[in-house]
């Protein structure tokens, strides 16, 4: 199991090397620059500006002053701001965007394993058609489409919560549903499939016969089983809950670091774009590192053919 988590500790690493060495060629590798405008700066003012942000120094030297300034927690000054650094503004978005997908996150689960146990326990009948509907449209609707749908219909029409802003806990429910509900959608189709499966087997079957009731089946074996696919999953949800929440706070102005990412790209501001990359990219590669040990941790069989240990 050490071995285990040490080569996946290695390869989070570089895969976070990866990630911001590719958004730094990325980024420098459009065409214009931050300061780059619909009337043209004097070129006495470019000059200093670029001297001021170390643009006029080569593209390698930037990376490697970049490098630097990250190993050392310091994600540089934002372009667009004089008085806050990207540290700052991610210091203040960052947890609105995690309460955000928190929220979301307890809706996706809960919303999603009920629905899963319900349908596969009622296969082929009304809950399970009914159940799969909403499965159907929670995949198909995207967020940047079922967030205006949401607000047009519980705020404008019914006037039940308010339209967007984030102050209270009632400004928090219909984006957590438009960031919850895709998620939702997955887990629960792999639950009722997972289940359907489970359900077939012979241990389930061998239980019954035994005389334990369909509940004690459900409850000690089937959902436990289950599970299992979700914990795979769970990791990657998790992180796109976190860090796919860009258009959902740009619709509803909620003031993370979601909405920030979308206008640092707008504004060109380098160090906020990269930021924001290396946070959610971190953020990413850290919940699927742990995944990947709560799953060998969990799944008996991982235990047994030693894959924990590969």
Same mark, same amino acid.
């Given at each position: 199991?050490?071995?285990?988590?040490?080569?996946?500790?290695?390869?989070?690493?570089?895969?976070?090397?990866?990630?911001?060495?590719?958004?730094?060629?990325?980024?420098?590798?459009?065409?214009?620059? +931050?300061?780059?405008?619909?009337?043209?700066? =004097?070129? *006495?003012?470019?000059?200093?500006?670029? !001297?001021?942000?170390? $643009? /006029?120094?080569?593209?390698?030297?930037?990376?490697?002053?970049?490098?630097?300034?990250?190993?050392?927690?310091?994600?540089?000054?934002?372009?667009?701001?004089?008085?806050?650094?990207?540290?700052?503004?991610?210091?203040?978005?960052?947890?609105?965007?995690?309460?955000?997908?928190?929220?979301?996150?307890?809706?996706?689960?809960?919303?999603?394993?009920?629905?899963?146990?319900?349908?596969?326990?009622?296969?082929?009948?009304?809950?399970?058609?009914?159940?799969?509907?909403?499965?159907?449209?929670?995949?198909?609707?995207?967020?940047?489409?079922?967030?205006?749908?949401?607000?047009?219909?519980?705020?404008?029409?019914?006037?039940?919560?308010?339209?967007?802003?984030?102050?209270?806990?009632?400004?928090?429910?219909? +984006?957590?549903?438009?960031?919850?509900?895709? =998620?939702? *959608?997955?887990?629960?189709?792999?639950? !009722?499939?997972?289940? $359907? /499966?489970?359900?077939?087997?012979?241990?389930?079957?061998?239980?019954?016969?035994?005389?334990?009731?369909?509940?004690?089946?459900?409850?000690?074996?089937?959902?436990?089983?289950?599970?299992?696919?979700?914990?795979?999953?769970?990791?990657?949800?998790?992180?796109?809950?976190?860090?796919?929440?860009?258009?959902?706070?740009?619709?509803?102005?909620?003031?993370?670091?979601?909405?920030?990412?979308?206008?640092?790209?707008?504004?060109?501001?380098?160090?906020?774009?990269?930021?924001?990359?290396?946070?959610?990219?971190?953020?990413?590669?850290?919940?699927?590192?742990?995944?990947?040990?709560?799953?060998?941790?969990?799944?008996?069989?991982?235990?047994?053919?030693?894959?924990?240990?590969?």
């Amino acid at each position: 199991m050490l071995r285990f988590i040490i080569k996946r500790g290695i390869n989070a690493l570089l895969t976070i090397w990866v990630i911001v060495t590719f958004t730094f060629i990325l980024m420098h590798s459009v065409p214009g620059g +931050p300061f780059t405008r619909e009337r043209p700066v =004097p070129p *006495a003012v470019m000059e200093n500006l670029n !001297r001021h942000y170390h $643009l /006029d120094e080569s593209v390698f030297q930037q990376y490697i002053d970049y490098l630097g300034d990250m190993l050392k927690g310091d994600l540089g000054p934002s372009m667009v701001s004089e008085s806050r650094d990207v540290n700052m503004k991610l210091r203040d978005g960052m947890p609105v965007t995690i309460q955000l997908g928190l929220q979301a996150l307890v809706v996706a689960i809960v919303g999603g394993l009920f629905l899963g146990i319900i349908t596969a326990l009622n296969h082929n009948k009304w809950p399970d058609h009914s159940g799969s509907m909403i499965a159907v449209l929670g995949a198909a609707i995207p967020s940047f489409v079922l967030g205006p749908l949401l607000i047009q219909i519980f705020a404008m029409n019914l006037k039940w919560l308010p339209v967007a802003t984030w102050q209270t806990w009632q400004h928090t429910i219909l +984006p957590t549903f438009a960031l919850g509900l895709l =998620p939702m *959608a997955q887990i629960t189709r792999m639950m !009722r499939s997972s289940m $359907l /499966d489970v359900l077939s087997q012979d241990y389930i079957k061998t239980a019954r016969a035994k005389g334990l009731s369909r509940f004690m089946v459900v409850m000690r074996h089937t959902i436990r089983n289950s599970m299992l696919p979700i914990v795979t999953i769970a990791g990657p949800i998790i992180a796109n809950l976190l860090t796919g929440s860009f258009v959902v706070e740009k619709i509803f102005s909620i003031p993370g670091a979601g909405k920030l990412a979308v206008e640092s790209i707008g504004n060109r501001d380098y160090p906020m774009i990269l930021g924001t990359t290396i946070i959610y990219g971190v953020l990413f590669v850290v919940l699927s590192f742990f995944t990947d040990i709560v799953y060998t941790w969990i799944d008996p069989r991982m235990k047994l053919s030693g894959k924990g240990e590969r």
